[in-house]
């Protein structure tokens, strides 16, 4: 879609070069890289009690979020 509008997600780098700097998470399961490479999102969304509440494998932490 970047090229089809002639303008970039990030001012100054295409999705392409965001995606090359990048780093794949470790620790990730089969079942976690089915998820996250899937275009659409089929499991159930439930929220556990606040005081039950862990973030998820990878989430803010071991320098692979967003830069």
């Given at each position: 879609?970047?090229?089809?509008?002639?303008?970039?997600?990030?001012?100054?780098?295409?999705?392409?070069?965001?995606?090359?700097?990048?780093?794949?998470?470790?620790?990730?399961?089969?079942?976690?890289?089915?998820?996250?490479?899937?275009y659409?999102?089929?499991?159930?969304?439930?929220?556990p009690?606040?005081?039950?509440?862990?973030?998820?494998?990878?989430?803010?932490?071991?320098?692979?979020?967003?830069?």
């Open positions: 879609m970047e090229r089809d509008f002639g303008y970039t997600l990030k001012r100054n780098l295409s999705l392409p070069e965001l995606i090359a700097m990048g780093c794949v998470y470790k620790n990730i399961t089969p079942e976690l890289q089915r998820l996250v490479t899937s659409n999102y089929e499991q159930a969304i439930i929220l009690a606040a005081e039950e509440w862990t973030l998820p494998p990878g989430a803010f932490g071991e320098n692979c979020g967003a830069v």
